[in-house]
C-alpha cells in the first residue's frame, strides 16, 4: 500500500501541473472504487481551478475555491500525469481532465482507492478529522507520543501505526523507524520512557524525509506522479529481510506478525 511519503511524492509530482489549473471535464470509466464516485465529481468540478494539492496522512486533497475532491490510493493506486488523448487502459479509472490538455488519470487495479467529492471543508470530512498529528509537522513529538501511550498495552509497532495517534505511518517506515531507534515492536507503548519516544519520533522524521528525497518504497504497485518508481527500498535495513544479516550487528532479521501484518526486527539491536 503506498504509504506517506508515495503519497507526498506523489502530490509533489503532480502539483505544478494542476496548481492554478481549470478543469475542462471529468471521465469516470468505473464507479465502483471501495466507495462509489459520486456523480458530482464530474458535474461540478468542471469549470473550476484546483487552487491546492494537499495531503492529510495517506490522502491527497485538490482543494477547489469551496471544497474539493480527497483520493485514496488504496492497495495499489497511482496518479499520474498524461496527454488526455491517451487512450486508458484496464485499470484506469478516473481522468481529471485540464484545459492545458493534460490529465491526472487514477488507475486503481484493486479498486480500494476513494475519489470522493466535497463541497465542506476537507479537513472536516469524518475520514480526515480525526488523524493524528502529521509526523513531519509541528504537533508531532517524543514527548507527544509518549504522553499518548501512557498506560497503553497496545504494542509499539502497531501505536504508531494508529493513524488516530500518528498520522500516514504504514507497516514498511514503522519497521526501520522502530530499528532505527532501537526499540523492539512488540514492547507495550505504555512500557516506553520518555527519551526511548523522542529517539523514535526522530527516527520516524528521517524515515520517512529520507523516503520523500528519494521517491517512495518500490513495491510492485507505486508509481509517482510522473510515472516513476520509488527507490527507498534500496535502504531498507529490516522491512522484507527476513533470516538476512542485520546491517548493524550481522544478526538475522527475524520475521513475525503483528496484527495480520509483516513485521521484522534485529533481536539484537532492538533488544527492548
Not at 132 to 141: I, K, N, Q
Request: with cysteine; charged share 25%; proline share 6%.
Amino acid at each position: 500500500m503506498p504509504e506517506l511519503p508515495e503519497v507526498e511524492t506523489t502530490r509533489r509530482g503532480i502539483a505544478p501541473y494542476v496548481e492554478g489549473k481549470k478543469v475542462a471535464r471529468v471521465v469516470v470509466r468505473r464507479s465502483d472504487l471501495r466507495l462509489p464516485v459520486s456523480g458530482e465529481i464530474s458535474a461540478e468540478l468542471p469549470g473550476r481551478t484546483i487552487r491546492r494539492a494537499e495531503r492529510r496522512g495517506k490522502y491527497l486533497i485538490l482543494r477547489i475555491e469551496r471544497g474539493g475532491i480527497i483520493l485514496h490510493l488504496g492497495m495499489s493506486g497511482h496518479l499520474r500525469m498524461v496527454p488526455a488523448i491517451t487512450a486508458p487502459e484496464k485499470h484506469d479509472h478516473l481522468d481529471i481532465v485540464l484545459e492545458t490538455g493534460l490529465a491526472l488519470r487514477f488507475t486503481d487495479p484493486r479498486r480500494f482507492g476513494l475519489a470522493l467529492w466535497t463541497v465542506e471543508e476537507p479537513l472536516n470530512h469524518p475520514l480526515l478529522m480525526r488523524l493524528g498529528p502529521e509526523p513531519l509537522e509541528e504537533g508531532f513529538s517524543g514527548d507527544y507520543l509518549f504522553q499518548a501511550g501512557r498506560g497503553r498495552v497496545l504494542a509499539v509497532k502497531q501505536f504508531i501505526m494508529d493513524s488516530r495517534i500518528v498520522a500516514g505511518v504504514g507497516n514498511i517506515y514503522a519497521n526501520e523507524a522502530l530499528f532505527r531507534a532501537g526499540i523492539n515492536p512488540a514492547l507495550r507503548a505504555g512500557a516506553i520512557s520518555p527519551a526511548r519516544f523522542r529517539r523514535l519520533a526522530e527516527a520516524l522524521r528521517v524515515v520517512l524525509n529520507e523516503a520523500i528525497e528519494l521517491g517512495g518504497t518500490t513495491l510492485r504497485d507505486f508509481r509517482d506522479g510522473e510515472g516513476k518508481p520509488g527507490y527507498f527500498a534500496l535502504r531498507l535495513d529490516v522491512y522484507g529481510r527476513g533470516g538476512e544479516p542485520c546491517h548493524n550487528c550481522g544478526a538475522k532479521i527475524q520475521a513475525t506478525r503483528q496484527g495480520g501484518r509483516a513485521t521484522y526486527f534485529c533481536k539484537v539491536c532492538q533488544k527492548r
